[in-house]
């Protein structure tokens, strides 16, 4: 399983309606609220990294008021790191 952070910056006024948005959203399994430059972080689950990418791109992207997105996916190698020695 893929899980990647989705930090999302949106419209003045649009974050209750955003908001309501991304809970829909299948893959997003938590939607956190933020005050500063980033308005929401996003955690998003799926099967693989391009189905997280397919997520951001065809879904969270076309909320309305979203300004801007930036996607973190964890990385599965280092999430292990300490298994290889």
Do not use: C, W
């Not at 997003?28 to 997520?55: C, K, M, Q, R, S």
């Not at 791109?57 to 964890?74: A, C, M, Y």
């Amino acid at each position: 399983m893929a899980r990647g952070f989705v930090l999302i910056s949106v419209e003045p006024g649009k974050e209750m309606e955003a908001y309501r948005q991304f809970k829909k959203i299948k893959g997003v399994v938590e939607a956190t609220p933020l005050l500063g430059d980033i308005d929401f972080i996003l955690i998003v689950e799926a099967p693989a990294n391009n189905d997280i990418a397919g997520i951001v791109i065809n879904k969270i992207r076309r909320v309305t008021g979203v300004v801007s997105t930036k996607t973190l996916v964890e990385d599965e190698f280092l999430k292990h790191f300490e298994d290889l020695f």
